[in-house]
């Protein structure tokens, strides 16, 4: 759990799920894969839509290896790969995993530590 101004978060709703491993090849380049943070937090005190108020955490998407901006899309509380474009990009780059580390964080004047990270990894067979 994290501190957050006297709260435990205890748990990130949705995003508690996020994150796993991928094996991607040429029949299954199709579609996307995605998640959706539902806002939701579990403290101490219970849980509620952390969106509905200030200072929201806010979502963000790193790569293991630079190129792959064209492949993948995040918005406030979603993350989206797309398949095919990931494929056909590892195919070309030579690459036979990626990682991607996806961080919740909220914002450092509500919070000292309260940042949670999931990976999603990537395997080009």
């Known amino acids: ?24 090849d ?12 539902d806002g939701m937090i579990t403290d101490q005190y219970g849980t509620y839509n952390a969106y509905a108020h200030f200072d929201a955490p806010v979502i963000n998407v790193a790569t293991s290896k630079s190129g792959y901006s064209d492949c993948f899309s995040y918005k406030v509380n979603s993350f989206t790969i797309d398949k095919a474009a990931l494929y056909k990009k590892m195919v070309e780059s ?6 991607f580390t996806i961080t919740l964080k909220f914002d450092p004047r509500s919070s000292n530590t309260a ?7 990537i395997n080009l067979k």
């Open 26 to 37: 040429s029949s299954s380049a199709v579609g996307e894969i995605a998640y959706s943070y």
């Open 115 to 121: 940042e949670f990270t999931k990976t999603v990894v």
């Open 94 to 99: 030579g690459d036979t995993k990626l990682e």
């Open 1 to 24: 759990s994290q501190h957050l101004f006297g709260i435990y978060i205890a748990q990130m709703g949705g995003f508690d799920a996020w994150g796993g491993t991928y094996d991607l």
